[in-house]
């Protein structure tokens, strides 16, 4: 109702468009981040969302490079930070370069500003463990699983880093 009243009312663009997002309807809730955006090209929290729906839309491209504008905007987005992180480990593909390293800085700046998340715990500790720090992840991983206990891909990580550990101790026997 406020949008028909006040067409360009960013807060109920705002609202609209996390509503089509949980309705599933991505493609009209880009083009509600997108018309904030080009009105407003300063509007961090637009880029971020506009980010993040294209990352669920599945255009990672698009949605890191919402990102990277919501950052040069506002470097200290917890939100886009995290969001970022997430986006270069699922670019990640396994014949193909990797960014883990920028993932993991981005993360480490998430975490910094969002302590005591596992979620973020999480996504640190998988971006560790594909760039190979494996003592690092582990690290981070058990820091999640202190915060959310019952946190499963967490502990199929943890899992996962405790068996690559053990098939490296025993291909690589001590000299």
């Not at 663009?13 to 300063?42: D, F, Q, S, V, W």
């Not at 599945?58 to 919402?66: I, S, W």
């Not at 700046?109 to 690092?136: H, I, S």
């Amino acid at each position: 109702e406020a949008l028909s009243i006040a067409p360009d009312f960013d807060n109920g663009l705002l609202a609209k468009g996390t509503i089509l997002k949980r309705l599933k309807r991505l493609p009209e809730a880009i083009k509600i981040y997108r018309k904030m955006t080009a009105r407003n090209p300063l509007d961090a929290e637009a880029w971020n969302n506009l980010g993040d729906t294209s990352e669920i839309h599945g255009d990672l491209q698009q949605a890191l490079e919402a990102y990277d504008i919501s950052l040069r905007i506002d470097e200290n987005q917890p939100q886009a930070l995290f969001n970022k992180g997430e986006v270069l480990i699922e670019l990640c593909k396994p014949d193909g370069p990797c960014r883990s390293a920028e993932a993991v800085s981005a993360l480490q700046a998430a975490q910094k500003a969002m302590p005591n998340d596992a979620e973020v715990d999480y996504e640190l500790a998988f971006a560790l463990y594909q760039g190979g720090k494996t003592r690092e992840s582990l690290l981070v991983v058990s820091q999640a699983l202190r915060l959310s206990p019952r946190y499963t891909a967490a502990k199929s990580l943890r899992h996962a880093i405790l068996n690559n550990a053990e098939a490296t101790l025993d291909t690589n026997p001590p000299t």
